[in-house]
T-cell receptor, first 115, second 113 residues
């Protein structure tokens, strides 16, 4: 059974720091991994999608890496800003022998960036 | 461009009442999904619709029904609400499948007393 873990559950950093959020998954047979951002009381916004054949994806100050063999992904945020404060979730799409398609979500890391 | 729109944003029900959560997307996406989010449990898939006219169960379908009314709309119905269905419900869509980025609505906060 695929399980997705995100550690730490919460993180508080001063503005300007470079930081790394971690995502671990137990089954390396995945199609892709996606990082999301969720603001309080809002839906999720997809930040980056890494296909299983890729090692990393970049968007602005965000860089996500994927190491399938070790079951790990990291989201790197450069020069953090207070506006980056949110909960960050990762989700993996697993291979399935059934015609059921779904993502397995982690429970997220709640990030606070203070001025 | 509204994206994915969910109604209502908040709802309080008594045990045994029924209601329908509405979802519509204006991005011409084929696939639509209903999730619930509970503290400490992450998001779990309730039902999904890979394309207009098809629906399939997800991880936690019991107590729910869905209707893919047309390509734009995908509704979730609670026939007899239970306190265990207290949750935040999200609708999402993708152009074709889970191989693409998901677009989420802003959610419905549902409390069942």
């Amino acid at each position: 059974k695929q399980e997705v873990t995100q550690i730490p559950a919460a993180l508080s950093v001063p503005e300007g720091e470079n930081l790394v959020l971690n995502c671990s998954f137990t089954d390396s047979a995945i199609y892709n991994l996606q990082w999301f951002r969720q603001d309080p009381g809002k839906g999720l916004t997809s930040l980056l999608l890494i296909q299983s054949s890729q090692r990393e994806q970049t968007s602005g100050r965000l860089n996500a890496s994927l190491d399938k063999s070790s079951g790990r992904s990291t989201l790197y945020i450069a020069a953090s800003q207070p506006g980056d404060s949110a909960t960050y979730l990762c989700a993996v799409r697993r291979y399935s022998s059934y015609n059921t398609d779904k993502l397995i979500f982690g429970t997220g890391t709640r990030l606070q960036v203070f001025p | 461009n509204a994206g994915v729109t969910q109604t209502p944003k908040f709802q309080v029900l008594k045990t045994g009442q029924s209601m329908t959560l509405q979802c519509a997307q204006d991005m011409n996406h084929n696939s639509m999904y209903w999730y619930r989010q509970d503290p400490g449990m992450g998001l779990r898939l309730i039902y999904y619709s890979a394309s207009e006219g098809t629906t399939d169960k997800g991880e936690v379908p019991n107590g729910y029904n869905v209707s893919r009314l047309n390509k734009r709309e995908f509704s979730l119905r609670l026939e007899s609400a239970a306190p265990s269905q207290t949750s935040v419900y999200f609708c999402a869509s993708t152009p074709r499948s889970f191989n693409e980025k998901l677009f989420f609505g802003s959610g419905t906060q549902l409390s069942v007393l």
